[in-house]
């Protein structure tokens, strides 16, 4: 019988090296594809993504397995980094690691893949698939501490009938130790962090790069004048660095937090303390709620909910309208929870699919100064 074909995304990180090594083992024709997904150079006038796929090469010769690289930096800009730019401008905080692995790795990607022969491809994510009863089921990796599911919660059913995830069953320090004891380059590389666009750089000035300054106030919630700012869109629910507020006369020496924007009036609000009620949420709603079954589990139901990755799983009700919005209520109120990012839902280690969050119901609102 011919094997059957994987196409692996490698990155030239340890967790894709892993992944085409355990495939490679039980047998697949296995070939890797490195993505440039961005095209800049780091300060030094070196370009960011070449010593990533020179890994990818070192780890492809040991496996002996063939390497094809792809440019995708104009379909990630178009697909991904420009809706990341318009959700700033518009007051909100987006996450691009979603919409790539939406866009660009389960859909370009593996649409090339698919087309150079692969039966399916294979990513070095923590998470896994399961079928069941007709359906393809979202699962947590087993390794609670590197677990990916939210990242992948707008995978549908041919997505993950044509994936795999090799390493969703491992923990890292068992990745690391099997790409160390098979020679593999990329065993003590550190793990990549934040935004792959952004790296290690300041990010309000590589925000800035793309949306100009518009300086405004700092008000408290009680409309005074606390300090100024370089534009709300630079800023974040929860956010305490970067405020730039000293001393204020007749408030204690708490630190301050951003509790609201007006990005129509380009006013920034903070409040002191972590646990002020106005970065507290009683529910969300959000009108795009993608179902990795196809549809919700009911019209009303009970799950588990995060609205930001690495959260503990929130315990919530769920109502979704006829057209299909969608209405989440916790147990407990929520600390920061942001428009523009992601809630995901869980049936325990189920992943039921996620959505943008358009809006929240605090627990207090902000009054509108006189």
Known sequence: MKKEKIIVGLSGGVDSSVAALLLKQQGYEVEGLFMKNWDE????????????????????????????????AEDYWDQVFSHFINEYRNGRTPNPDILCNQEIKFNTFMSLALA????????????????????????????????????????????????????????????????????????????????????????????????????????????????????????????????????????????WYVVGKDIHNNTLYAAQGHNHPLLFSKGLLTHSMHWVSGQPPATAFRCMAKTRYRQPDQSCTVEVSETSECRVTFDTDQRAVTPGQ?????????????????????????????
């Open 41 to 72: 150079q780091s300060e030094d006038g070196s370009c960011i993504w070449e010593a990533d796929v020179e890994d990818a090469m070192h780890v492809c010769e040991v496996l002996g397995i063939h390497l094809n690289t792809v440019d995708l």
């Open 116 to 255: 150079q022969g692969a039966d399916r491809i294979a990513t070095g994510h923590y998470a896994r698939i399961k079928y069941e009863q007709g359906c393809y089921q979202l699962l947590k990796g087993l390794d609670e501490n590197k677990d990916q599911s939210y990242f992948l919660c707008r995978l549908d059913q041919k997505q993950l009938s044509t994936s795999l995830f090799p390493i969703g069953a491992m923990k890292k320090p068992d990745v690391r130790k099997l790409a160390r004891d098979h020679g593999l380059i990329t065993h003590d590389k550190k793990d990549s962090t934040g935004i792959c666009f952004v790296g290690e750089r300041d990010f309000r000035e590589f925000l800035s790069r793309y949306i100009p300054k518009q300086p405004g106030a700092i008000l408290s919630p009680e409309g005074d004048l606390l300090g100024h700012h370089d534009g709300v869109f630079y800023y974040t629910l929860g956010q305490r660095q970067g405020l730039g507020i000293g001393g204020v006369r007749g408030q204690g020496e708490d630190p």
């Open 342 to 370: 992601y809630i995901v839902l869980y049936d325990g280690a189920v992943c039921l699919g996620g959505g943008v969050i358009e809006s929240t119901r605090q627990a207090e609102k902000i009054p509108q100064p006189a």
